[in-house]
């Protein structure tokens, strides 16, 4: 049975999940065995892409139609391509994320080879409805060729695009505070009035990283994100 989950419980779920991201790989995508976003046209293939400086312009390719479904934009506002969590994830694959590089390497390959293999044409060039199929093959399993299984790829690319949608500005995704305003947060205060902390108060976003703040220098700042935590740390 295929279940439709709005871009609101979407983003309600990213949400959520974006504020446990630094403590583990959230549950899988979606609680059902199956899920269908709003159908949204792919991005186009003539427009220019930035450079990207950790991934191969092939893998990027890929990466960049993934997130776009993972987090579509709609009528209701830009999602994770717009928001550039492709671009945070290549930025920490040379940081902080560096231990999963071989893994995204082998993933994306192996996402556009079954894509090949199953739809006749790569993935970036498939419709918005047949990346979907696809996303939904890698998430229960049933996509082939993945090394440890293509659900535990689809887990750490949408965990490292949920972070880049929604993540501070500072370290490469969530241009122009997309995120953030797909969510509703106001962005980050430091100092907050009493007639700001009333319920039911609506808050006008601020657009401030963490580092605008005096409290925090991007002199002192890492401008990749942390190293790894490793067990024991």
Known sequence: MTVFIT???????AGLAGAAAASGPPNGFARHASWTLDI?????????RDRFDTLSAAEAEV????????????????????????????RALAGALASS????????SALDQYATASRGKRFSELSAADQDAVL???????????????????ALVRTHT????????FYGGNANFAGWDLLGYPGVRTVVSSEEQRLGVDLAPNHK???DSDMFTKA??????????????
């Open 7 to 13: 871009r609101r419980e979407l983003l309600r779920r």
């Open 40 to 48: 949204v046209s792919p991005q186009s293939p003539t427009a220019p």
């Open 63 to 90: 990466l960049e139609a993934v997130v776009a479904r993972l987090i579509p934009s709609d009528a209701t506002g830009p999602g994770a391509l717009e928001a550039r969590a492709a671009h945070f994830i290549d």
């Open 101 to 108: 590089r071989s893994a995204y390497a082998e993933g994306l």
């Open 136 to 154: 939904i093959d890698l998430e229960t399993g049933a996509a082939t060729g993945f090394a440890g299984g293509s659900a535990a790829f689809f």
């Open 162 to 169: 949920i972070q880049g949608t929604f993540c501070d500005p």
């Open 209 to 211: 990283s963490a580092y």
């Open 220 to 233: 002192s700042a890492r401008t990749d994100p942390a190293p790894e935590m490793k067990h024991g740390d």
